[in-house]
């Protein structure tokens, strides 16, 4: 899996305009993305009051947008330390798999991406803290569901070593809000 690699101390604008570019680059040279060709992708990430969008068209062309888009593929929003905490790999692996244009790449991945509308609230309890994700799929605010869980437990499940049926079945996952948007997560987390 593709992971962007940023020094701390980096800014929220230095990272997506100077080292998401640059490292895309790296990241095309080495991986297949011609699932992506003939198709535009937006994501965007809403940091705080900034927004973001990765605007990736036949998977080798990547503009930043400022400001960003309207009903981007997916939206990513999340605070300024969680963003920088993600991408300086002080919370490896809690985000990797929606902003890596390998996994976004897989046609079937894509398509359960496209197909996909609705929000997802993400409270991820990590000690004393709670770490607040909001994740909103082509635009569409509803359905919408809560889902409640450690921030261990979550990126075991984005590094395939567990599932959400089975943190649910034990009673370490919790969750509210619609079952059906619930049921089509479980192809993209």
Known sequence: MA??????????????????PSQ????KAGANLYSLAGK????????NDQKYCLNIKDGTNLQIIKGGVDKPLLTLSLSEQILLDSVTGKIEGMIDRFTDPVE????????????????LNL??????????????FNG????????????????AIQNKETTGQNLFMNGRMKFTGDMVLLMKLQTLV
Do not use: C, Y
Not at 5 to 13: E, Q, R
Not at 40 to 47: D, G, H, R, S, T
Not at 123 to 136: E, F, H, Y
Not at 140 to 155: G, R
């Open 3 to 20: 992971k962007f690699s940023v020094p701390s101390g980096v800014s929220v604008d230095e990272f997506f305009t100077k080292h998401v």
């Open 24 to 27: 895309f680059k790296d990241i």
């Open 40 to 47: 535009e992708i937006n994501l965007q990430f809403n940091v």
């Open 104 to 119: 976004i790449a897989d046609p079937t991945r894509l398509k359960n991406l496209m197909d996909t509308k609705g929000t």
């Open 123 to 136: 409270n991820l309890k990590n000690g004393d803290s709670n770490i607040a994700v909001t994740m909103i």
């Open 140 to 155: 569409e605010a509803k359905p919408s569901v809560d889902l409640s869980l450690e921030l261990k437990d979550w990126i």
